[in-house]
């Protein structure tokens, strides 16, 4: 036959219901077998896709002739008072960078990290030392601020709104410092909540990114979208709540860490925002007099990733000026990225809040130690009330 049959049903068509022995005959030749087996595969060059990524990454080509070039300023959140009779603010902090501000439990760097968020929101100076007439250590650049994202994973929501409003009574903000609040100041009490940026579980790539991690950025690249301003800093507090257990005791785990908080630094679709995260100091070294980067808590992989870390410490005093509860000082204690202010002192207030010392109660605070430091050369053991000047108010 021209084109032998297939199978019994293509017989039966072809003889029109009348089948044939030579029909019969023809069906029984051999059909070639079919190879089961998948086409071989193409070879995968792993190499060149990994390069392929590599190449955008960002490299600053060699054409250019860019170590000659001047190149563009860092982007300044914050900047101190010029030195020395000089009129130009030298750079403390830019935005797109790692930052931590380590501290001990109970000193207050909670209601520092609200007032920072507030003064990066409406554009006041850090503590508003500008507004008292305090030095004006660490202002907000540029004046009129931008979005921040805060996050408190040990406190509720009416914990957070607490913290809020009496800082914002601190800092004697305005009506028009708050009418830039809504919209651009994003809050959360995340008590009871998971937020682990990189991930330790058995059967998972060691410290990839967690679903929670994943969301987290996507929801402020969501929200950026639909509000079109980018953040100019996100603030996550304290950092344990979010890095796994091993990030303070192991220098790999805390690399991956400070990675995945740069991730969040250098989004674009963020708007490479500042990180800051809250830590605490060791055990044994709350209050060392030496400002060093060596009391923050956990791996040196932690500080040694960060681009900037500031310390906070207690600061005991006997006498107290009206309406001040209690002294901290806040000083630098690393930088790669910029210059290192003096420490300043913060008095804490009603509520628990912070506030940069005016002039007279500082200069009251300073009569006082002098006091304390004259007598104990004089080897008196007990100090006497009548040795202190009389607490000031204001005038």
């Not at 049959?5 to 069906?27: C, F, T, W, Y």
């Not at 104990?376 to 108010?393: L, S, Y």
């Amino acid at each position: 036959m021209k084109n032998p049959p297939k199978d019994i049903n293509d017989l039966h068509r072809a003889s029109a219901g009348g089948l044939s022995l030579a029909m019969l005959e023809d069906l029984s030749e051999p059909v070639p077998p079919v190879d089961p087996s998948p086409p071989p595969a193409v070879p995968v060059d792993r190499a060149a896709q990994e390069a392929a990524q590599v190449a955008t990454w960002g490299w600053i080509e060699d054409g250019e002739a860019w170590p000659t070039i001047e190149p563009p300023p860092p982007d300044w959140l914050l900047v101190a008072p010029a030195r020395d009779g000089g009129v130009i603010p030298s750079g403390v902090l830019p935005a797109g960078k790692v930052a931590l501000l380590a501290a001990p439990g109970g000193t207050g760097k909670s209601y520092a990290l609200a007032a920072l968020a507030l003064a990066l929101v409406t554009g006041r100076s850090w503590f508003g030392a500008d507004q008292i007439g305090a030095r004006g250590w660490l202002q907000v650049r540029p004046p009129r601020g931008g979005r921040v994202a805060v996050i408190f994973g040990e406190d509720d929501p009416a914990d957070v709104m607490r913290r809020f409003y009496h800082q914002g009574r601190a800092l004697s903000l305005t009506a028009e410092d708050r009418s830039r609040l809504p919209g651009r100041l994003l809050a959360l009490g995340g008590s009871g909540r998971r937020f682990t940026l990189t991930t330790d579980e058995d059967g998972v790539p060691p410290y990839s990114p967690t679903p929670e991690g994943v969301g987290l950025k996507r929801f402020l690249e969501d929200s950026v979208q639909q509000t079109g301003e980018p953040f100019r800093a996100i603030i996550l507090d304290p950092l344990a709540r979010f890095s796994p257990p091993d990030a303070e005791i192991d220098n790999h785990a805390a690399t991956r860490m400070v990675e995945a908080l740069e991730g969040l630094a250098q989004s674009s679709a963020l708007g490479k925002p500042l990180v800051l995260a809250a830590h605490h100091t060791r055990k044994g070294r709350d209050n060392d007099a030496e400002w060093s980067a060596d009391s923050i808590r956990g791996a040196s992989g932690l500080v040694d990733g960060a681009r900037w870390a500031a310390r906070m410490k207690r600061i005991d005093a006997d006498i107290l000026p009206q309406g001040i509860y209690g002294l901290v000082e806040i000083g630098c204690v690393k930088s790669n990225v910029g210059s290192w202010p003096d420490p300043i002192r913060l008095g804490r207030v009603e509520g628990g809040a912070l506030r940069a010392l005016k002039p007279f109660e500082a200069e009251l605070v300073t009569a006082n130690e002098r006091d304390v430091q004259l007598l104990a050369g004089r080897g008196m053991k007990e100090r006497k009330r009548d040795h202190f000047p009389p607490i000031k108010t204001e005038p």
